[in-house]
């Protein structure tokens, strides 16, 4: 089946740890985005990809560092400088083109412990 | 910038009531704009969207119709059921086409 897939759902990470999530997308969209949300809270953009090895920053990209190797994979990395990491965070991806519909993965949830 | 204004919520309705949901929005240029609804521990999925002024999206029941003038794209929906229990997000793609900006969601409960 094509769609976005996040790993984990869940993770939990000590305070002072680096931790990746994982997105990967078979629709071969050109584009890729990581937002984040948090609770009662609308998404916030922290990175997107318009192409492979492209990639700029959204509005809180402060703590979070991405990458972009191959058109399916969009990793987000969140470090140790992100102070208030708890959060769900999503991956999108989107048709190139104007006007083309994001589309969602299911979400990741990152707690700090 | 782009923004996107959305009512607060939670809206509670009783089963089968008329909903409206507002949302009004500010950009540049001719964005395309969208619906988005997320249920409970899960991602986002388009419900509906559309492209140019005077355009409804339609989809499950739920309306929303592109108003250049007022620069609104409220939804609406006859008739809601308690499976209809969620966060509705207003968007847009900002003014290159690149990516959405979100309203702040309106949560929808519907009771039986």
Known sequence: ?????????????????????????????????????????????????????????????EGYSVSREKKESFPLTVTSAQ??????????SRPGGTGNTIYFGEGSWLTVV | GDSVTQMEGPVTLSEEAFLTINCTYTATGYPSLFWYVQYPGEGLQLLLKATKADDKGSNKGFEATYRKETTSFHLEKGSVQVSD??????????????????????RLLVSP
């Not at chain 1, 094509?2 to 002072?16: A, D, H, M, V």
């Not at chain 1, 680096?18 to 809270?41: F, I, K």
């Not at chain 2, 229990?85 to 309106?106: E, I, P, R, W």
């Open chain 1, 83 to 92: 102070k208030n990491p708890t959060a769900f965070y999503l991956c999108a």
């Open chain 2, 85 to 106: 229990s969620a966060v509705y997000f207003c968007a847009l793609n900002d003014s290159g086409f690149q990516k959405l900006v979100f309203g702040t969601g309106t």
């Open chain 1, 1 to 61: 089946d094509g769609g976005i897939t996040q790993s984990p759902k869940y993770l939990f990470r000590k305070e002072g740890q680096n931790v990746t999530l994982s997105c990967e997308q078979n629709l071969n969209h050109d584009a890729m985005y990581w937002y984040r949300q948090d609770p009662g809270q609308g998404l916030r953009l922290i990175y997107y990809s318009q192409i492979v090895n492209d990639f700029q920053k959204g509005d809180i990209a």
